[in-house]
């Protein structure tokens, strides 16, 4: 294990912790508040492409993976939703850093825009807001069996998405470990779209209100 592991990057996670690294991974960043910075999405794909011959050194179990990513963000977001039935509010109110309490107010305006079913979905795709989507639930009150449902199916879409895409790929093209941090560099911008997509749609709504007559100034 590396002296000094760099919890943000996704192939020392792997190096490092394996199949368990997965699971560890995912339900500290869909469970635990603190755990928003982790690279779930790179994660995914990274663990996918090493269940192939371009693994290299380190090779996992497809099984494996697929068992504990699904595993980790099921119980993750049980785990968050929980939390935040009990302890409510408070616990968001505490929470200071600009990009959780950026991640609450999408968090927020998802579940207005597309309802539960839809949003719990949407958010597993999102970084930082599959994180607080699941305390905000349960501060909200939203069935626990509702809430289930939903974040069983989004959460198995998430994770066997991803980790079946990291695996086509590094069985479909010779030597594609050469390449592993550009394309991880590529899965972490891509799931920052989402984000850049909400903020730029976010700003436009702020304009659009300064300009029209007697909105904000």
């Keep these: 294990m590396p002296l000094a592991l760099n919890p943000l990057d996704a192939a020392q996670l792997l190096t490092a912790f394996g199949t368990a690294g997965v699971f560890l991974v995912l339900f500290a960043e869909t469970g635990l508040l603190i755990g928003f910075f982790l690279p779930g999405d790179s994660l995914l794909f990274t663990a996918g492409l090493l269940c192939t011959a371009a ?9 494996g993976v697929l068992l504990a990513a699904a595993a980790g963000a099921v119980l993750g977001a049980h785990t968050g939703y929980v939390i935040g039935r009990r302890a409510g509010r408070a616990l968001l109110a505490r929470t200071r850093g600009r990009y959780l309490s950026d991640g609450v107010r999408r968090a927020e305006e998802l579940l207005a825009r597309y309802g539960h079913g839809k949003a719990i979905v949407l958010a597993r795709f999102i970084p930082v ?63 920052l779209l ?7 749609r976010a700003r436009r709504a702020r304009t659009t209100v300064e300009q029209t007559p007697g909105g904000a100034k």
Excluded: K
Aim: no cysteine; hydrophobic share 55%; glycine share 12%.
């Design 55 to 63: 693994g290299g050194d380190v090779r996992l179990s497809l099984p």
């Design 194 to 200: 989402p984000l850049a997509r909400e903020a730029l």
């Design 129 to 191: 807001v599959r994180t607080v989507l699941n305390p905000l639930a349960g501060m909200v009150r939203l069935p626990a069996r509702t809430f289930a449902l939903w974040q069983v199916a989004g959460g198995v879409m998430w994770t066997v998405g991803l980790v079946l895409g990291g695996y086509a790929l590094g069985a479909s093209i010779p030597n594609v470990d050469r390449y592993l941090l550009p394309l991880v560099a590529v899965i972490a911008a891509v799931s």
